[in-house]
């Protein structure tokens, strides 16, 4: 079993920046590939970013290429995402979600699953 546990939401105006981070504790000694997924009310949850076991490969949902930058430190087991130019649509629950294969794009192929973070961005 793996947890995971975001932090780093918050509230921000536009144009703002913040780094959400995904702590990974248990059984850590497998590698994994770590996805972000956010959900927003009355929405799916969807595609934010991912990144693969080594770090090597990095994927971003088209809305936030560009703005996001998503990395990870497999020495503190922690992944991270850095938002930048944030939009009031970015406003979601963000969640990172961990697999023991390889990277995807689909929420239903993750094993492992955080409690969500808030982040909420004001015009």
């Known amino acids: 079993q793996v947890q995971l546990v975001e932090s780093g939401g918050g509230l921000v105006q536009a144009g703002d920046s913040l780094r959400l981070s995904c702590a990974a504790s248990g059984r850590t000694d497998s590698s994994y590939a770590v996805g972000w997924f956010r959900q927003a009310p009355g929405n799916e949850r969807e595609f934010v970013a991912a990144i693969s076991r080594s770090g090597r490969r990095t994927y971003y949902a088209d809305s936030v290429k560009g703005r996001f930058t998503i990395s990870r430190d497999n020495a503190k087991n922690t992944v991270y995402v850095q938002m930048n130019s944030l939009k009031p649509e970015d406003t979601a629950v963000y969640y990172c979600?961990?697999?023991?294969?390889?990277?995807?794009?689909?929420?239903?192929?993750?094993?492992?699953w955080g409690q969500g973070t808030q982040v909420t961005v004001s015009s």
């Open positions: 979600a961990a697999r023991r294969d390889g990277t995807s794009w689909s929420v239903d192929e993750y094993d492992y």
